[in-house]
């Protein structure tokens, strides 16, 4: 009723309460359930509480060896952090827990999916190793794969630009290394930008470089989160000092 009503701290509280009794009575696959009702009716309201009735949810699944459904949740808790709390830290610690669950369900596909989300913010963070690893790990596999052949090049591409923003040879070495893994990055647009961008940071063109971005720009649209990279790379041209952008 309280649902109905959308009085979401009131139904939150009393799927909470039901869930004890259910976990009184030893029902822990209801208790589970009702937890995850809570979770969702918490969300709108109070998002700090959908996450600790999520968590013990989570407790209950695992504890009975229920790990795609502990993953899934853990996932959603990843999005509450990342959203509504604007805690990037504690939604990377989620997704790489889930991916650590779906992976040991042999779910590839789930797993590098939030493998991706951790990527994009370590990257977001500056921590381009770890971003690196994730997106080349990911990207092997998707090369050899015909369903996920066509992503493995923005995978790469990704990687090489956060190899840009640690050292210029870094990209420079990671792009040959990409095409003689898969010849098939060499043709891609994401490629030819790559290599026009090298080129204007070595002769320090700063226009042929936004040329380069503006280009590519205008056929496919980056995201911001590219873009922010982008930028970070062409400021380390020498006598670059401001956004020309
Ligand atoms: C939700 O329900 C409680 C209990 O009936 C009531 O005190 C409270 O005002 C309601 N809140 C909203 C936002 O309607």
């Known amino acids: 009723a309280f649902k109905m009503a959308k009085n979401w701290s009131q ?13 009184q009575l030893q029902s822990k696959h209801e208790a589970a359930s009702l937890l995850v009702d809570a979770g969702n009716a918490f969300k709108k309201a109070d998002p700090q509480e959908a996450v600790n009735c999520l968590l013990r ?11 795609t459904i502990a ?14 709390l604007g805690d990037i830290h504690k939604a990377i610690a989620h997704y790489e827990q889930a991916a650590d669950y779906y992976k040991g369900e042999e779910s590839t596909s789930s797993a590098n999916k939030c493998l991706l989300k951790v990527a994009a913010f370590a990257a977001q963070l500056e921590q381009f190793p770890r971003a690196i690893d994730i997106y080349e790990q990911v990207g092997a596999v998707a090369m050899d794969s015909p ?8 995978h790469f591409f990704r990687a090489a630009l956060c190899h840009f923003c640690v050292d210029m040879l870094n990209c420079k070495l990671a792009v040959q290394r990409y ?3 898969f010849p098939a990055f060499s043709d891609c647009r994401e490629c030819k930008l790559l290599k026009k961008l090298l080129d204007a940071h070595e002769e ?16 496919s649209r980056l995201e911001p989160a590219l873009t922010a990279l982008l ?14 952008r």
Not at 11 to 23: E, K, N, V, Y
Not at 57 to 67: C, K, L, N, V, W
Not at 147 to 154: P, Q, R, T
Not at 204 to 216: H, I, P, Y
């Open 11 to 23: 139904a939150g509280a009393a799927f909470s309460r039901a869930a004890q009794l259910q976990l």
């Open 57 to 67: 949810a989570i407790e209950i699944y695992t504890d009975m060896g229920r790990f």
């Open 71 to 84: 993953a899934k949740h853990h996932v959603a808790i990843a999005e509450i952090y990342e959203s509504d």
């Open 147 to 154: 369903l996920l052949k066509y992503s493995a090049k923005e």
């Open 179 to 181: 095409e003689e893994m």
């Open 204 to 219: 320090q063109n700063v226009d042929a470089f936004t040329d380069a971005v503006r280009e590519f720009d205008s056929i």
């Open 231 to 244: 930028l970070r790379v062409k400021r380390s041209i020498p006598g670059e000092e401001q956004d020309l």
